[in-house]
């Protein structure tokens, strides 16, 4: 009867743990779309190529644009779902 008790105890600790863990986070859902190259449900960072970029944002995320390569530097624009940006000074735009 204890070891009964010992593993309902054990099982009810693993599932109120499991229900306290937070999920993981997701892509965006949609497309950005980078100085005409189409990125689908994109995550991470992603290059700009050059002076006058063009960010489309048709994702469910915002757009982040960074001044440095490999999303570092500053932020120079956030991109809304559903606009367009273009960045003069951006180097590389981040999806969360």
Do not use: K
């Amino acid at each position: 009867m204890r070891r009964i008790a010992t593993t309902l105890g054990m099982l009810a600790a693993a599932g109120l743990l499991a229900l306290a863990v937070p999920q993981t986070a997701l892509a965006a859902w949609g497309v950005l779309t980078v100085n005409g190259e189409a990125y689908v449900n994109p995550h991470g960072c992603y290059p700009l190529q050059g002076f006058s970029s063009g960010i489309g944002n048709d994702m469910d995320q915002l757009a982040y644009v960074f001044t440095g390569a490999d999303c570092s530097g500053e932020l120079d624009s956030v991109v809304h779902p559903g606009q367009y940006g273009l960045s003069e000074l951006g180097n590389s735009v981040y999806v969360p």
